[in-house]
């Protein structure tokens, strides 16, 4: 049985924000990485940092305050596509979520991205995660 490293992530985003924490830490890899990445350029993150323990590598994610009505933050990630169960979807099937207040995440060919950049470039690829 392997380890879902978005579905960590995913959950340590709810669970810090249902118990109203400022920062996350969670296992450093590629994959979240670039999703840390896309949360902090579209605005739902406010700092992602790197950090050591050693031989192991975190990253601490900073989460917006709920206070300013006028940022975006994250209420209720989703895992759509699992390890046991890959959901791919081309460019014209991808979901709007919340007629496009949420954001998809995908992993095409040309690596990780959101919908919307999905849908300029005109690529599918396989569904990550759902955030609104």
Same mark, same amino acid.
């Given at each position: 049985?392997?380890?879902?490293?978005?579905?960590?992530?995913?959950?340590?985003?709810?669970?810090?924000?249902?118990?109203?924490?400022?920062?996350?830490?969670?296992?450093?890899?590629?994959?979240?990485?670039?999703?840390?990445?896309?949360?902090?350029?579209?605005?739902?993150?406010?700092?992602?940092?790197?950090? $050591?323990?050693?031989? +192991?590598?975190? &990253?601490?994610?900073? %989460?917006?305050? /709920? *206070?300013?009505?006028?940022?975006?933050?994250?209420?209720?990630? $989703?895992?759509?596509? +699992?390890?046991? &169960?890959?959901?791919? %979807?081309?460019? /014209? *099937?991808?979901?709007?979520?919340?007629?496009?207040?949420?954001?998809?995440?995908?992993?095409?060919?040309?690596?990780?991205?959101?919908?919307?950049?999905?849908?300029?470039?005109?690529?599918?690829?396989?569904?990550?995660?759902?955030?609104?």
């Amino acid at each position: 049985m392997g380890n879902d490293t978005i579905a960590n992530l995913m959950t340590s985003i709810r669970n810090a924000d249902m118990g109203k924490k400022k920062t996350v830490r969670v296992t450093s890899t590629i994959m979240t990485d670039n999703i840390a990445r896309i949360l902090l350029r579209e605005g739902f993150i406010e700092d992602v940092r790197e950090h $050591k323990e050693g031989k +192991k590598s975190l &990253l601490v994610l900073t %989460s917006r305050s /709920r *206070e300013r009505k006028e940022k975006r933050y994250i209420t209720a990630p $989703k895992r759509i596509s +699992k390890p046991g &169960l890959r959901i791919y %979807s081309n460019y /014209r *099937e991808i979901p709007k979520v919340l007629g496009g207040m949420g954001i998809v995440i995908l992993s095409t060919s040309q690596g990780i991205m959101t919908d919307r950049e999905a849908r300029k470039k005109k690529i599918g690829g396989e569904l990550l995660c759902i955030l609104w």
